[in-house]
């Protein structure tokens, strides 16, 4: 599986922006996907997860409210919602593939990721 992420940007804070993660080869459709952001010198950090359905999400604490996690699986892609964003949103965000067992909430769990994308919060 091989994902793309895009959507990223810069925009000041109280903004929205939608993040995509398509799969351009292979198929997300059966398995449960995250969203997972990192800053330099920090580790990689949960912030959303969305089972094979659709029907399961979950959330960090530091987002719930404000981000949305949705799926298209016709289209093979996952998308964050981001609304009312903060400069401690700053980060690249990732998206990546659980395809076996394990924790929603560690980057260890997950098979595949794509290659990041950028946000910047300005105040």
């Known amino acids: 599986v091989q994902l793309v992420e895009s959507g990223g940007g810069l925009v000041q804070a109280g903004e929205t922006l939608r993040l995509s993660c398509a799969a351009s080869?292979?198929?997300?459709?059966?398995?449960?996907m995250g969203w997972f952001r990192q800053v330099p010198g920090k580790e990689r950090e949960f912030i959303a997860g969305?089972?094979?359905?659709?029907?399961?999400?979950n959330y960090a604490d530091s987002v719930k409210g404000r981000f949305i996690i949705s799926r298209d699986n016709a289209k093979n892609t996952v998308y964050l919602q981001m609304n009312s964003l903060k400069p401690e949103d700053t980060a690249v965000y990732y998206c990546?593939?659980?395809?076996?067992?394990?924790?929603?909430?560690?980057?260890?769990?997950?098979?595949?990721w794509g290659q990041g994308t950028q946000v910047t919060v300005s105040s």
């Open positions: 990546g593939v659980k395809v076996y067992m394990g924790s929603d909430y560690t980057p260890g769990s997950y098979d595949y």
């Open positions: 080869v292979g198929t997300i459709r059966n398995y449960h």
């Open positions: 969305i089972s094979w359905s659709g029907h399961m999400t």
